[in-house]
């Protein structure tokens, strides 16, 4: 079975920090992996993914992740974030295939301040 | 707007009373999942339809929960006999098959509370 463990439940950054969410997977076979933000009273939205190729794949508004098959991990990062980036992140994986339905990381809370 | 819609967006019940939702997906898609969430966690999985089949359904899906999607178009998620442990945001999302990643367009999500 596929799963998820994201670390960080709660995270406060001020304003131009970096950021770093982490994700770990546990499938053993090929994976697609996701990260979708659900901004406050907004659904769920993709913010980036990964299915083959290239591993550090680059998402909307300067997310960035990298995917590292030895450690089962994808790391989400953003060099500077923004007050807008207020949100809960959630780590989502599926088999290689997409035949199953996604599995969701417990999310991280960010909260930036002004 | 051509996104996922679910309805109603908030509904208030009595334990032991039905409640049903109803999701409209991306017209293109084909497959159509149920998701669950409460407060603090993320989405788990309740059951998918590609087309009008059941594909997979969770071990969360009590025999008190039934879902259908009869014309392969929308779908409807029925919670018989709700008790308060069912008061949760119910998502629904659909997907393109062909995309063959899996990557779900979610809708804003019912919320039931069970009083």
């Known amino acids: 079975a596929q799963s998820v463990s994201q670390h960080n439940h709660h995270v406060i950054l001020s304003e131009a920090a970096s950021l770093e969410l982490g994700c770990n997977y546990s499938y053993g076979g090929t994976v697609n992996l996701f990260w979708y933000v659900q901004y406050p009273g907004q659904h769920l939205q993709l913010l980036l993914k990964?299915?083959?190729?290239?591993?550090l794949v680059k998402g909307i508004k300067g997310f960035e992740a990298e995917f590292i098959k030895s450690k089962f991990s994808f790391n989400l990062r953003k060099p500077s974030v923004q007050w807008s980036d207020t949100a809960e992140y959630f780590c989502?994986?599926?088999?290689?295939?997409?035949?199953?339905?996604?599995?969701f990381g417990s999310g991280t809370r960010l909260q930036v301040q002004p | 707007d051509t996104g996922v819609s679910q309805d109603p967006r908030h509904k208030i019940t009595k334990r032991g009373q039905n409640v049903t939702f109803r999701c409209d997906p991306i017209s293109e898609h084909n497959r159509l999942y149920w998701y669950r969430q409460t407060l603090g966690q993320g989405p788990e999985f309740l059951t998918y339809?590609?087309?009008?089949?059941?594909?997979?359904k969770s071990r969360l899906l009590s025999d008190r929960f039934s879902a259908e999607r009869p014309k392969g178009s929308f779908s409807t998620l029925e919670i018989q006999r709700t008790e308060q442990g069912d008061s949760a945001m119910y998502l629904c999302a659909s997907s393109w098959l062909a995309g063959e990643t899996g990557e779900l367009f979610f809708g804003e999500g019912s919320r039931l509370t069970v009083l």
């Open positions: 990964y299915f083959s190729g290239d591993p």
């Open positions: 339809f590609q087309n009008e089949a059941q594909l997979e």
């Open positions: 989502a994986v599926n088999a290689g295939t997409g035949r199953r339905a996604l599995t």
